[in-house]
């Protein structure tokens, strides 16, 4: 059979372009090494006894902002949705209390005015400015990053919208911009714990506090506000496995276990064949896989200047790493139950001080583990029972800044014991009743990530998200709008490409509307 379209990777990428394609009435094909689909975005019922366990992402957040769930109608295909809200809880230590960041900006302003009023109407000030930069960014989001379609974005909404004209008429702003966020967080706010809290949110996204031009990695958390965050019922994967049901649906070919070796054009056809020696033949490919290796490795008649550059993009040096423990209760960060319930609903950023989180930066610059990580707390069993055995619960903690290739000659096999051992100290400092909870665990330190979800350097955004690998620069200039110039039909989604990682599917469903644009299709 030859397809319409073949799509390397089922990841939700590529899964979500899949989809819209083979929705519109292609033939579609889409082909992963895994023997599930999901990629970063894939929940196993194999790896601890009577658990759901995420293999990659947890919250969702991003894709809630974008029209993707309900062009696709994914909840026609079981998927259900569960709010975490507050979305991000910020435990004191020895204080007994919290910061609750809340979908509704209000709560939020009275859970910081606890601990400082003057930053409470600080921080409303700051969503409220900020909200309107990012829904500006985001309409760029949700097509191509070309200079012109940027440019006009913006000019667009200052001509119709007044707050946007004031946010880029101040040069206020744009020097925020281009500021750091740790620079930024001290110049807004004044008390340390609030400051701690919100530079640990800015951080998810990957660079350092102290990186230039990082200021809307602060700002974008105004954005929770409008969208909050989710969690998918049954696990992470339940997107990605609703997807394929979407797609088996329509007709659509999954092969799982296919691990591609090589991808050629000849005549009309692109190839695609494996290491069994299967082949698929398409009119159109698109590559949903990280752009390294696709480039320098699967197409075999890339440009040779073209795999040079591709080997030269930043991937860095790792992310981070996440322990999955199975444990008998819930920590208990406070003694009142409300407070200790809200922290549950969403992530719970443990980390006790701004110096403590810009050391383990410091350890990661050196090639080492952190001595003093610190942790995003997730309890997704306080909303979603369904994942552990009744009783029983799951506790994810995530650790930034782990640093894939060690410099001190460790090896991660050895020493992901005493690693996952920290994190999990960490969460019985600030939850003394975690002591002896522990059951069961599963640790992904950055070597498993990167064999298990064939991310180099296991760096879950494949590429840096500095502002050099951004927009129109991501991956390359002349890669930034999907498409391979100078190659027949041959497209690229996911991380890798505009806007970049996270659960998001933007790359996806722009991919998947410039193909369908092509053949005539109002997608």
């Given at each position: 059979m030859i397809y319409d379209v073949a799509i390397l990777g089922a990841g939700h990428n590529g899964l979500i372009c899949a989809a819209y394609l083979a929705q519109a009435g292609l033939?579609?094909?889409?082909?992963?090494?895994?023997?599930?689909?999901?990629?970063?975005?894939?929940?196993?019922?194999?790896?601890?006894?009577?658990?759901?366990?995420?293999?990659?992402?947890?919250?969702?957040?991003?894709?809630?902002?974008?029209?993707?769930?309900?062009?696709?109608?994914?909840?026609?295909?079981g998927l259900e949705y569960l709010e975490m809200d507050p979305w991000a809880a910020f435990p004191i230590p020895g204080e007994n209390r919290a910061i609750l960041f809340w979908r509704d900006l209000q709560k939020t302003c009275d859970s910081i005015a606890q601990?400082?009023?003057?930053?409470?109407?600080?921080?409303?000030?700051?969503?409220?400015?900020?909200?309107?930069?990012?829904?500006?960014?985001?309409?760029?989001?949700?097509?191509?990053?070309?200079?012109?379609?940027?440019?006009?974005?913006?000019?667009?909404?200052n001509f119709t919208r007044p707050a946007s004209r004031r946010f880029w008429s101040s040069l206020d702003s744009a020097r925020q911009l281009m500021a750091p966020y740790r620079n930024l967080i001290e110049e807004l706010f004044e008390h340390e714990h609030v400051r701690t809290a919100l530079e640990w949110l800015a951080a998810q996204s990957g660079p350092a506090p102290i990186e230039p031009a990082t200021g809307d990695l602060l700002g974008w958390n105004a954005m929770l506000h409008i969208c909050g965050a989710h969690r998918a019922k049954g696990g992470s994967g339940a997107l990605t496995q609703a997807l394929a049901?979407?797609?088996?649906?329509?007709?659509?070919?999954?092969?799982?276990?296919?691990?591609?070796t090589s991808a050629t054009h000849s005549g009309r056809l692109?190839?695609?064949?494996?290491?069994?020696?299967?082949?698929?033949?398409?009119?159109?490919?698109?590559?949903?896989?990280?752009?390294?290796?696709?480039?320098?490795?699967?197409w075999k008649d890339a440009p040779q200047e073209l795999q040079k550059r591709a080997a030269a993009l930043?991937?860095?040096?790792?992310?981070?790493?996440?322990?999955?423990?199975?444990?008998?209760?819930?920590?208990?960060?406070?003694?009142?139950?409300?407070?200790?319930?809200?922290?549950?609903?969403?992530?719970?950023l443990i980390c006790p001080t701004r110096e403590h989180l810009i050391s383990s930066y410091h350890d990661y610059l050196a090639g080492l583990p952190p001595r003093h990580p610190s942790a995003v707390g997730m309890t997704?069993?306080?909303?979603?029972?369904?994942?552990?055995?009744?009783?029983?619960?799951?506790?994810?903690t995530w650790g930034q800044w782990h640093p894939y290739q060690l410099s001190n000659g460790e090896k991660w096999p050895a020493i992901a014991r005493r690693e996952a051992d920290k994190l999990y100290d960490l969460i019985c400092r600030y939850a003394p009743n975690m002591r002896g909870a522990l059951l069961d665990r599963y640790i992904q330190t950055p070597d498993v990530i990167a064999d298990l979800l064939a991310l180099p350097n296991a760096n879950v955004m494949h590429l840096e998200m500095s502002l050099d690998q951004m927009f129109f620069f991501r991956p390359l200039p002349e890669l930034c709008a999907?498409?391979?110039?100078?190659?027949?039909?041959?497209?690229?989604?996911?991380?890798?490409?505009?806007?970049?990682?996270?659960?998001?599917?933007?790359?996806?469903?722009?991919t998947a509307k410039l193909i369908l644009d092509e053949f005539g299709i109002r997608g």
């Open positions: 033939n579609v094909a889409v082909l992963e090494r895994r023997h599930i689909v999901g990629g970063a975005v894939c929940t196993q019922e194999d790896i601890i006894p009577g658990c759901k366990i995420d293999v990659g992402s947890s919250a969702h957040i991003m894709i809630h902002l974008t029209p993707i769930l309900r062009e696709l109608d994914l909840s026609r295909h601990i400082s009023p003057a930053d409470a109407e600080a921080y409303r000030k700051f969503v409220q400015h900020y909200i309107e930069l990012n829904q500006g960014i985001f309409e760029t989001f949700l097509q191509p990053p070309t200079p012109g379609r940027l440019a006009w974005t913006m000019i667009k909404r049901r979407k797609l088996q649906w329509h007709g659509a070919t999954i092969l799982t276990e296919f691990d591609a692109w190839t695609v064949r494996s290491t069994e020696g299967e082949e698929v033949l398409a009119h159109r490919l698109v590559s949903a896989m990280h752009i390294v290796p696709f480039l320098t490795k699967i930043r991937i860095g040096n790792g992310f981070g790493m996440i322990v999955r423990h199975l444990v008998s209760e819930l920590p208990r960060y406070t003694d009142d139950e409300e407070t200790n319930r809200h922290c549950h609903q969403g992530l719970q997704f069993t306080a909303l979603d029972p369904s994942l552990a055995p009744e009783g029983q619960h799951l506790l994810y999907y498409q391979v110039k100078n190659a027949p039909h041959l497209y690229l989604t996911g991380a890798s490409t505009h806007p970049g990682g996270g659960v998001f599917g933007a790359s996806g469903h722009n």
